[in-house]
């Protein structure tokens, strides 16, 4: 096997990880078992990760991945550093279990107001050109 075939395989395992990990602070968010500032950490960044709306928009050049290559991976570190062991493993075999990828609409909804906040913003403070 070559080193790209090897590489890519393990950039492909590394995502199904990522995907099943969001997927698990999906459902431990929702769990009453979850220290609250666990709950908080984790619906934050599956709503972000689930979310059909970046923060940063991915066809602004190496920004726009930014947020998938490093902020999503570190906000799944650490709500999972958050959960006790046990209910992670536990959120974790669920989460395989499930096969479909669930949608935030808070999280879209969230990501939706910070731009239209920015645009509103960017606009009552932008200066006036008169013709």
Known sequence: ???GTHMLNRLKSWAKTLKRDIVALWLAARDPRVP???KLVAAAV??????PLDLI???IPVLGY???LVIVPLGIALAVRLIPPALMA???DAARAREGRPKSLAGAAAIAAIWVG???TLWAFWPYRAG
Request: aromatic share 12%; proline share 4%; hydrophobic share 50%.
């Open 1 to 3: 096997m070559s080193d």
């Open 36 to 38: 609250w500032h666990a």
């Open 46 to 51: 599956a709503g972000y990760a689930l979310s």
């Open 90 to 92: 536990s959120f974790r």
């Open 66 to 68: 930014l947020d998938d």
């Open 118 to 120: 920015l645009v509103i």
């Open 57 to 59: 928009p991915d066809v």
